[in-house]
Structures are given as structure tokens and as C-alpha cells.
């Protein structure tokens, strides 16, 4: 299949979906907020639109536009292209959102999947996403969510955190679920060969991992020696990587093999960290 595809907000794994789609015959735009991140777009191959808080997105950038992928986070003001949907509805074959899994908050180390609760009150971010959320399944068009892991991919993740020097290992029990990039795209382009309106995923592999033990694991295999263990007191963090740890929960997908027949490429960290080396 093939279409027009607008991408709100065209940045790490949005470009690379977009690499794929124009391999299949999709004409492909995206928004981007700078003039730089207009020119890295175009030389993409992808048709840039601008898209900032002081600059609306043109109304011709709609113009034949048959399917739109937001990744845009919400802000203190709320999710501008959100904001943009309500403003035009434009009519669309799909419509998708990538929000994350934060939106499930708290559940004392427990699983949680698509079915459960969202509980995000620690968390000012993951409330937004809740918020923006109830935003999307409230749209008319044919919406679907896609809540995120943490994602990490070439250039991004354990191996670059080893790589630049930056990485840590807290000593803190916590399982944090992930998803490779090239993984959440296969998710995205398995909803639109197969779209079902308000289909929400869970994007996640299938082992939720320390951080530490993936930090080490990391290093094992770039042959670095790995960083030794922090003792876990959160008042001696940073408050972004302090937030990190305020939720505890384990996450699974019931519905990407059932209703998106999507077999992972890389099941757990260690195939996914394993083809990046």
C-alpha cells in the first residue's frame, strides 16, 4: 500500500519510518520547527513544513494527505497537534499518535498491559500524555495510539550513553521495559497495512531489564570495562533521571502479534543492542 503520509513532528524514529515508506512508493511529508530541521528533512527526500509555536502549519501542507503520524510530546499548554486536528479536521484513512508508557504510572513493579488502569499522578509528563490521550480518542478521525518504551536505536541508547562517557549504573531494583526503533516503526507500518480505529499498542520488547544490567551488558560487548554501582538514593539525582525511577512497572503487549501480526525483530535488549554493535 501507499499514500501521503504528514509526519508531526519528523524527528528520531519518524525519519526513519519515513526512509522506509519512500522505499515503498509513499510520498512522504513532515513538520519540523527550524529552518536547519527543514533542510535535514528535504534532504531526506521528505516534502518540510514548518511547524512552531510562532509559525502554524500552513493549511496546504493537508492538501492530499491520507494518513498523519503525530510524535509531537505535549507541552505546559497542551499537544499542539492535537490542537491542529481539532483546528482542521482533515479527512484521513489514519491517524496515528505515539504517546508512551508512562501513562500507566505506578503499579509497584507489577505487569501492565493495554487493558490496564493509568495511574500517572507522579509524574507532570506522563499526565500530559494522559491529557493529550484523552485529546486523540475523543477525535473524530480514525485514531490510533502507540505508547512507547524507551526507545533506543543507532545513536541512541545504552551503546551512545558507553560510547560518550556517560553512562551509569544505579544499583536500583527497577525494570524498565524498551523498544528498538526499527521495531516501533514495523509497528506503526503494521497498522497501516492493517488499521483498526481506536487500536492502542503497547510498544515494548518482552524483557524488562535494570538498568544497570543493560548498561553492563552494553559494555561487554563494545569491550569497555562497566561503570561500578551506584548506590540507589534518589535525593542524589538529577530530577530527570530521578523520575525515571518513581514508577515501577513491567510492560507487555497483548495486542501487537494478536491484532497487528508483528513478530519483533529484536525480543530483548540483547538482540537489539547486539545488531547496533
Same mark, same amino acid.
Given at each position: ?71 509531537i510530546p505535549p507541552? *505546559?499548554?497542551g499537544d499542539p #497537534?492535537?490542537? %491542529? =486536528?481539532?483546528?482542521?479536521? /482533515?479527512? !484521513? $484513512? ?106 492502542i499498542y503497547n ?9 544497570? *544490567?543493560?548498561?553492563?551488558? #552494553?559494555?561487554? %560487548? =563494545?569491550?569497555?570495562?562497566? /561503570?561500578? !554501582? $551506584? ?47
Amino acid at each position: 500500500m501507499s499514500g501521503r503520509i504528514l509526519l508531526l513532528g519528523a524527528g528520531y524514529c519518524a525519519r526513519a519510518l519515513a526512509g522506509e515508506l519512500l522505499a515503498e512508493g509513499w510520498e512522504v511529508h513532515g513538520t519540523a520547527r527550524t529552518s536547519a530541521g527543514l533542510a535535514e528533512l528535504e534532504a531526506l527526500g521528505i516534502q518540510p513544513w514548518r511547524f512552531a509555536p510562532d509559525q502554524p502549519l500552513d493549511s496546504a501542507a493537508w492538501s492530499g494527505v491520507s494518513h498523519a503520524l503525530s510524535s509531537i510530546p505535549p507541552g *505546559e499548554a497542551g499537544d499542539p #497537534a492535537l490542537e %491542529l =486536528l481539532r483546528d482542521q479536521e /482533515p479527512t !484521513l $484513512e489514519w491517524l496515528g499518535y505515539v504517546s508512551s508508557t508512562g501513562v500507566y504510572g505506578d503499579h509497584a513493579g507489577a505487569w501492565v498491559d493495554e487493558e490496564s488502569e493509568l495511574r500517572p499522578a507522579g509524574s507532570e509528563r506522563a499526565r500530559r500524555r494522559q491529557a493529550a490521550e484523552a485529546g486523540w480518542r475523543a477525535l473524530a478521525q480514525p485514531w490510533q495510539v502507540f505508547r512507547a518504551s524507551g526507545i533506543y536505536g543507532p545513536g541512541r541508547g545504552p551503546l551512545a550513553r558507553v560510547l560518550e562517557g556517560r553512562a551509569r549504573r544505579v544499583d536500583a531494583p527497577h525494570l524498565f521495559s524498551r523498544i528498538h526503533r526499527d521495531d516501533l516503526c514495523a509497528a506503526i507500518r503494521a497498522s497501516l497495512a492493517r488499521p483498526r480505529a481506536g487500536g492502542i499498542y503497547n510498544l515494548c520488547d518482552q524483557e524488562p531489564a535494570t538498568s544497570a *544490567e543493560v548498561t553492563a551488558y #552494553a559494555c561487554r %560487548l =563494545l569491550g569497555r570495562e562497566a /561503570p561500578a !554501582l $551506584e548506590p540507589f538514593v534518589p535525593e542524589n539525582l538529577a530530577p530527570a533521571l530521578a523520575s525515571f525511577y518513581r514508577d515501577r512497572r513491567r510492560v507487555r503487549s497483548l495486542r501487537l502479534e494478536s491484532e497487528l501480526g508483528l513478530e519483533l525483530l529484536y525480543p530483548t535488549y540483547r538482540e537489539g543492542l547486539a545488531a547496533l554493535v
